[in-house]
């Protein structure tokens, strides 16, 4: 497994990681989301990442039960509701998150969205309440711009912004613009969500190519020079340099077989430039 460091922190954490939405929706799934779980932290996939808003609670139970007897080997990510960013509800969310994950600490606890009604300040406030009980280990955020970013630094004082959890693929790289640039310079880590792109109509964007296209052609090229597929082929891109880390979701074992194969390559220059290229930068 090849590692990357925790935004300004010595922490090093997998280069892909689990996500875990869906899971825990239908608990006739479980048995299968567990397994996959299990299988992908036998195979150093020790980031997990859910939310208190997955499947109202389910997913982190699901989390919870997966990761029980290995909870010292993972490294654990799960995130507040924008709903709950009040400083009691954030302590209070914290908690609950805490009991249905089964485990007495949480790795790193984002906001999982800008909240419409508490001020960045009062939620990060809360954050910082928690770093210093040691339910916490490390603070960041999701969805996020670099203004709000700054502002939860400057709220923080004396502990860390590790974190910016956002989505980026081939088909949304807007990112790019602010936030990346933003995050490189302030040692936050960028972690990417859905790097196979959206479901069809999520934020406006397209998902991954389909086949037949010119541009999945372009990756499947690429993809045969490495012996690699273009889901492979993306998915490298995405981790492309220090800084950047993915959560794909995984819920089988041949989707995390196939993750795994991602990384111990990099695309050479001519690759990325094919990639540009067929996938040019929009501006937001």
Known sequence: MLYRTLGPTNVKIPVIGQGTWKFGEDKSNSKREIEALRFGIENGMTLIDTAE???????????????????????LVTKVSAKNCSFKDVIQAAESSLERLYTSYIDLYLQHWPSQQYRVEETMLAMAELLEKGLVKHVGVSNFNSELMLEAQNALGKHPLVCNQVGYHLNDRRIEDFILPYCRRNEITVMAYSPFGY?????????????????????????????????????????????????????????????????????????????NRAFPRLSP
């Open 199 to 275: 479901a069809p109509g999520v934020f406006g964007q397209r998902g991954f190519p389909e086949e037949g296209t010119a541009e999945r052609e372009i990756l499947e090229n690429i993809g045969k020079k490495y012996g690699k597929t273009a889901y492979q082929v993306a998915l490298n891109w995405v981790i492309r340099e220090e800084g950047l880390v993915a959560i794909p979701k995984a819920a089988n074992r041949d989707h995390i077989r196939n993750n795994l194969d991602a990384i111990g390559w990099e695309l050479e220059l001519n690759d990325l430039e094919q990639i």
């Open 53 to 75: 808003e997955y499947a109202n609670g389910g997913s982190e139970r699901i989390v919870g039960e997966a990761i029980a007897d290995v909870r010292k080997d993972v490294f």
